[in-house]
């Protein structure tokens, strides 16, 4: 059960963080109405600098977007050591210590530029391995550490020492615990094929030539036993490995375009005789199944009318799925297997919030617990399973902990065509004193749309969330159609609907808040990032009147040239994006496609801009917002345009991410009146931010500005 399937996702979501509260709540700081300070109107250069409401009182960025002290903690097979990412240097790096021994931790690895975001344990218990890509361009490579020593190695199987790929680990086995299966698409830069790699000295060999398929899945002998081809209509082929004749596939079962989606292989039994599946086929939500190989039946395991299987919790090595999640407003797992079923009433006692079980030693005998709320930092345990004992190991963030932060509260919003829309509102601590999820008076409201779009909002922890409301906003996330997890109907409900009914869901969210007494509908700003950012410019161009002002961050502005420009690796999968989004191939598909495009409509946008974008990204080209900030330039429309030349698709290093909700807080002081914490050079620092139009549109942002 350790294989790993190629995301389905043709938009992925950026993560972007934000999150306090506390102090400024209950009021609306400085008033003013959608144009604030005076940033609407032409960009000339007479025209005055908006003003903002600076204040001393509030969360600090960096508690909310800087570092961690500690998170993603995982515990070794054998259950000697202990690891997590921590700071060097103010870089995210790997520790390990010996279990019970966290004073004799230690960094084993060493980057100094970008931070390692992902790693995981080999089973041989000598090795970790992560990924790492260069500038934010998801060129991956595969790096192996021994732990005894620090020595750092890259593993990526490559003929060419400088080749441009972008790497993925395709499987794992505690069975065989040297090796590791890398995909490269080095031979073909549109597929994959998958090496299998010796961990410590990085000797490879080639165990499968991809020559048309999406993924590959691999049993815990490291064999391969399915493969994933996406077909015409945006559907997917599940073919069989024929182990008569290597080398050649069997069909074995289809995905329907209507349920692509909604079902998706997982992995295998301890045998390899049966295959765990999310299936949405000839029901709305994605159950657990599990189905013969040999024969093609199946029989479903767990099921929620409400929600698609969110996770599943599998036995180390036995493989047997022992709880399984779905998430609809929050996480309810269902129990499976009667051996954890104690744990996890010891474990719902303990966690304040929800729960998940984030690693485990391959006795079972330990696990690695994380305790989520949405007021808090998360809380790492060791669980002893046999006294049914956990021991506090300690939160990502302690600062946290000191501070009143605000809670969120899930919300079900009806759409125009009667769609249940799980939505979450958060409110500035003290602003609803009664605690009906109204605020004493409406208030100044951010729209925070999620990207993919194929993903979804969650109830929890939201740095985005805490930050706005703590500068004395309501901050509202909407799991628009097209969002994942609630079943087929309301996936498909968006095709071919950006734009159209995806985007009316957002204004009927508005719509709700304003008449529920929530928001002051002169005063509510859109915001989002991939997705969010291209549903940003549709705000704001698609309906002029509705937004005060919008934030984009790396989000498309020209549908046709966005798909004309994606990574030759997820030509696969475009056939989804013609079912779903459109057709480019067409005259009368581009003619679809440009009239969905905000870039089209540019010349009815008339409230203010900020776009964050990152140089290299690879998904949504830098291009996609030079063209939309061309258009407003040339009408005379502000826009402040921030640029980071060493990211990708998204910040990931803390000092841009700092930098760019420095300048968003303030942007939105000026055009909403909340507050936000002063700027200088300070908020700068370490960052390698350029904005290369709009400086004087955002309060102090000209003066602390570094000067390239």
């Known amino acids: 059960m350790h294989s790993r399937v190629l995301p389905l996702l043709l938009v992925s979501l950026v993560s972007v963080g934000c999150g306090s509260a506390g102090g400024n709540g209950s009021t609306t700081p400085g008033g003013g109405g959608p144009a604030g300070g005076g940033g609407a109107g032409g960009s000339g250069a007479g025209r005055a600098a908006p003003t903002g409401h600076p204040a001393q009182n509030l969360i600090p960025r960096d508690i909310l977007f800087g570092n961690p002290e500690r998170s993603n903690v995982q515990v070794s097979p054998n259950g000697k050591s202990l690891s997590w990412l921590a700071p060097v240097s103010g870089v995210m790096n790997v520790w390990v210590a010996p279990l ?47 732990v005894a020593t620090g020595k750092a190695k890259d593993i990526t199987p490559l003929d060419k020492a400088e080749s441009k790929v972008a790497a993925r680990i395709d499987g794992v086995s505690h069975k065989v615990p040297g090796k590791v299966l890398i995909a490269v698409n080095e ?21 499968v030539q991809n020559d048309g398929f999406v993924g590959f899945m691999f049993d815990d002998d490291l064999q391969v036993k399915l493969a994933m081809q996406m077909s015409p209509d945006g559907g997917f082929v599940i073919k069989k490995a024929n182990r008569a004749k290597p080398g050649t596939w069997d069909d074995f079962f289809t995905i329907p375009q209507e349920d692509s989606l909604t079902t998706q292989p997982l992995g295998f039994d301890k045998f390899g005789k049966y295959v765990y599946l999310w299936d949405s086929r000839g029901r709305d939500t994605g159950a657990l199944m599990v189905m013969s190989l040999k024969f093609g039946q199946g029989k479903v395991v767990a099921e929620d009318p409400r929600a698609d299987g969110s996770e599943i919790l599998v036995h180390p090595t036995d493989n047997t799925i022992q709880a399984v999640g779905f998430t609809y407003e929050r996480n309810q797992w269902k129990v499976l297997d009667k051996r954890v079923a104690p744990d996890f009433e010891k474990l ?155 985007h009316d869901d957002l204004v009927d969210a508005v719509k709700w808040a304003e008449k529920a007494g929530v928001a002051d509908g002169k005063r509510v700003c859109i915001m989002g990032g991939s997705y969010g950012g291209y549903a940003t410019l549709v705000g704001l161009s698609f309906t002029p009147d509705l937004f005060a002002c919008g934030v984009d961050i790396v989000g498309p502005s020209n549908l046709i040239t966005l798909i004309q420009t994606v990574p030759p690796y997820w030509m696969p999968i475009v056939n989804m994006f013609k079912a779903r989004v459109g057709d480019w191939t067409t005259d009368e598909g581009k003619k679809f496609l440009k009239e969905r495009s905000p870039l089209t409509h540019a010349g009815k946008i008339k409230r203010p801009l900020l776009i964050g974008q990152g140089a290299n990204d690879p998904r949504v080209k830098q ?45 939105l002081s000026a055009y909403l009146g909340g507050t936000f914490q002063p700027l200088d050079p300070s908020a700068f620092k370490g960052s390698t931010i350029t904005v290369p139009e709009g400086a004087r549109d955002v309060p102090q942002l000209q003066d602390a500005v570094p000067k390239k």
Request: glycine share 8%; aromatic share 12%; charged share 25%.
């Open 348 to 502: 719902e006692k303990l966690a304040n919030g929800e729960f998940a079980i984030t690693s485990r030693t391959l006795d079972d005998r330990k696990w690695i617990v994380a305790s989520y709320s949405d007021a808090g930092p998360v809380r790492y345990y060791l669980w002893d399973r046999g006294k049914k004992k956990e021991t506090f190991l300690f939160s990502n963030r302690p600062a946290l902990e000191k501070l009143e932060l605000a809670a969120m509260k899930p919300v079900v919003i009806p759409s125009r065509d009667n769609l249940n829309l799980v939505s979450y509102l958060s409110l500035p601590v003290g602003s609803d004193k009664d605690g009906n999820g109204v605020p004493e008076q409406p208030l100044p409201m951010v729209l925070v749309v999620h990207g993919g779009p194929w993903a979804r909002d969650h109830w929890g922890f939201n740095p985005i969330h805490q930050l706005l409301a703590n500068r004395g906003y309501a901050v509202l996330s909407v799991n628009f159609r097209g969002s994942t997890g609630f079943g087929k109907k309301f996936v498909n409900a968006a095709n071919r609907e950006w734009a159209g009914k995806m």
């Open 187 to 207: 031979r073909n830069q549109q597929f994959h094929d998958t090496y299998e790699v010796d961990i410590a000295t990085g000797k490879k060999k080639m165990l």
């Open 100 to 146: 019970g021994k966290l004073d004799q931790a230690k960094s084993i690895t060493a980057d100094t530029t970008r931070p390692v975001r992902a790693y995981f344990w080999a089973f041989d218990n000598k090795h970790i391995l992560y990924q790492q890509d260069t500038g934010g361009d998801e060129n991956w490579h595969i790096h192996s550490v021994e």
């Open 623 to 667: 291009a996609e917002s030079d063209q939309i900030v061309k258009a407003l330039q040339q009408k005379k429309i502000p826009v402040t345009y921030v640029v980071f030349p060493d990211e990708g698709h998204g910040f990931a290093r803390p000092e841009n991410s700092l930098a760019f909700w420095a300048v968003t807080e303030a942007f």
